[in-house]
């Protein structure tokens, strides 16, 4: 059971911008502790973990792990072309837009981003009430 996940980050300020441009409409909190950011869902659930943005602690500057992604599920496709498009706005890069993949299941639906330190994002819906890849 994932209970957190931590990202590093250079610049409080910019991260905030990106990360609440979607975490609160996907339903989480932000609360700021010692200049650090803890979003969490506002009732406890062991399916979701909380996200913390954080400066390193051992001083150095944040660098975004090669290989390393994190997935927030959407309540909808149309909720991850929205979030995609807000987090763009609020300074992410584009990683892929938002649709359908052939590696994944007909109904995943998903959206790729950068944060502006690197970190790899992704926000997925995989609602099978919605169409699918196949039509």
């Known amino acids: ?6 990202v590093g980050v250079n610049d409080m300020t910019r991260a905030e911008c990106f990360y609440s441009s979607f975490l609160l409409d996907l339903g989480y909190e932000l609360e700021v ?5 803890s979003y969490a869902q506002p009732v406890q659930s062991p399916a979701l973990p909380e ?11 944040a660098t975004a792990g090669n290989g ?4 927030f599920q ?3 496709q149309k909720q991850v072309r929205d979030l ?17 993949r052939e590696s994944y299941g007909p109904n995943f639906f998903v959206a790729y981003l950068r944060d502006p330190d690197g970190n790899k994002v992704a ?13």
């Open 84 to 100: 995609h498009a807000a987090a763009v706005t609020a300074g992410g890069a584009d990683e892929g837009a938002p649709g359908f």
């Open 51 to 61: 996200f913390y943005v954080k400066s390193p602690v051992n001083g150095q500057p």
């Open 68 to 71: 390393t992604m994190i997935a």
């Open 123 to 135: 926000l997925f819906s995989s609602d099978p009430n919605e169409p699918g890849r196949d039509g």
């Open 1 to 6: 059971m994932i209970a957190y996940v931590t």
């Open 74 to 76: 959407a309540g909808s």
């Open 33 to 37: 502790i010692n200049g650090e950011l």
